[in-house]
């Protein structure tokens, strides 16, 4: 489990939903309506980027950027990962890695006769 967190200044949100509403008429992305939304969200959710932050498992990434470079540092944190299961013959482990295949979209790669 972990956090991504697109740290954003309230000028760049506030812009970035003002051009929104205007290329996609978006009634909801009115000067009102986006402060609301912003005090709503610092309100409602950053303490949860806390206590993310408290565990150890926040990646915060600075969202003012270009989603270009946003997509850039992001990248390596969805970077190959490898998931090594270990146990004694008949503990599972071809079972338990199948299911861990479908579930989570890894390859399984069985080393075992």
């Not at 992001?74 to 146990?87: A, C, E, R």
Request: proline share 3%; hydrophobic share 40%; glycine share 12%.
């Amino acid at each position: 489990t972990r956090c991504l967190y697109l740290e954003c200044s309230r000028g760049s949100m506030e812009a970035r939903l003002l051009q929104r509403s205007k290329s996609a008429g978006n009634a909801e992305d009115i000067t009102e309506n986006i402060q609301k939304r912003i005090i709503a969200f610092n309100r409602d959710s950053l303490t949860v980027v806390e206590q993310f932050q408290s565990d150890g498992l926040l990646r915060r990434v600075d969202g003012d950027l270009s989603v270009e470079a946003v997509w850039t540092r992001l990248q390596p944190i969805f970077g190959p990962s490898v998931v090594f299961v270990l146990g004694g013959p008949g503990a599972g482990k071809g079972t338990i890695c199948a299911k861990i295949a479908d579930e989570f979209g890894y390859r399984h790669m069985g080393v075992g006769a």
